[in-house]
T-cell receptor, first 112, second 115 residues
Framework: GEDVEQSLFLSVREGDSSVINCTYT??????LYWYKQEPGAGLQLLTY?????DMKQDQRLTVLLNKKDKHLSLRIADTQTGDSAIYFC????????????FGQGTTLQVKP | DVKVTQSSRYLVKRTGEKVFLECVQD?????MFWYRQDPGLGLRLIYF???????EKGDIPEGYSVSREKKERFSLILESASTNQTSMYLC??????????????FGEGSRLTVL
């Protein structure tokens, strides 16, 4: 079945770059997503990438997609304390129902 | 802005009680979802609905049921709560068949503790 895997924890210093990695199994996924969850809140879409793209850049965020290895990464440049949150990778397995499969979530800790 | 509202942020219930978790969205979305979030396990899909009175099981439906009597409202029901259902429950919605990213819009979550 479909599966999405992430490491559980990442700690960086303020100003450094953060790289959060994700692997997925469904090669037919149309879109892949990164959601952010701040403490006490629901998830919000951070960015996404269409499956025919290799890279997408949006301000401090860079998403890299390696379809051959089914590997997705999120790079946050100049990480700030406000970036501390849980980051979830997700893949879309049905464009009609909108069903997403989520990874376990990576807790990003940013130290001042 | 899309708003998904979960009526209860925090609930404490006793084993065996019936529990209702309510979710309302204000953007006329066809598809609604209930996920459960546990540390180290991420989000797991319990049930989803793609229309009024329609429902489909997700990955972990055991011990849960749902109700979708109106388009804007999707309820999660625990018929007889058990301690292993202590968790954070997240409701989400999205429009059906819209070209684009298929982004899900989430509520803030309902943290349920079963004693």
């Amino acid at each position: 079945g479909e599966d999405v895997e992430q490491s559980l924890f990442l700690s960086v210093r303020e100003g450094d770059s953060s790289v959060i990695n994700c692997t997925y199994t469904d090669s037919s996924s149309t879109y892949l997503y990164w959601y952010k969850q701040e403490p006490g809140a629901g998830l919000q879409l951070l960015t996404y990438i269409f499956s025919n793209m290799d890279m997408k850049q949006d301000q401090r965020l860079t998403v890299l997609l390696n379809k051959k290895d089914k590997h997705l990464s999120l790079r946050i440049a100049d990480t700030q304390t406000g970036d501390s949150a849980i980051y979830f990778c997700a893949e879309s397995i049905s464009s009609n129902t909108g069903k997403l499969i989520f990874g376990q979530g990576t807790t990003l800790q940013v130290k001042p | 802005d899309v708003k998904v509202t979960q009526s209860s942020r925090y609930l404490v219930k006793r084993t065996g009680e019936k529990v209702f978790l309510e979710c309302v969205q204000d953007m006329d979305h066809e598809n609604m979802f209930w996920y459960r979030q546990d540390p180290g396990l991420g989000l797991r899909l319990i049930y989803f609905s793609y229309d009024v009175k329609m429902k489909e099981k997700g990955d972990i439906p055991e011990g849960y049921s749902v109700s979708r009597e109106k388009k804007e409202r999707f309820s999660l029901i625990l018929e007889s709560a058990s301690t292993n259902q202590t968790s954070m429950y997240l409701c989400a919605s999205r429009p059906r068949g819209v070209p684009g990213t298929g982004e899900l819009f989430f509520g803030e979550g309902s943290r349920l503790t079963v004693l």
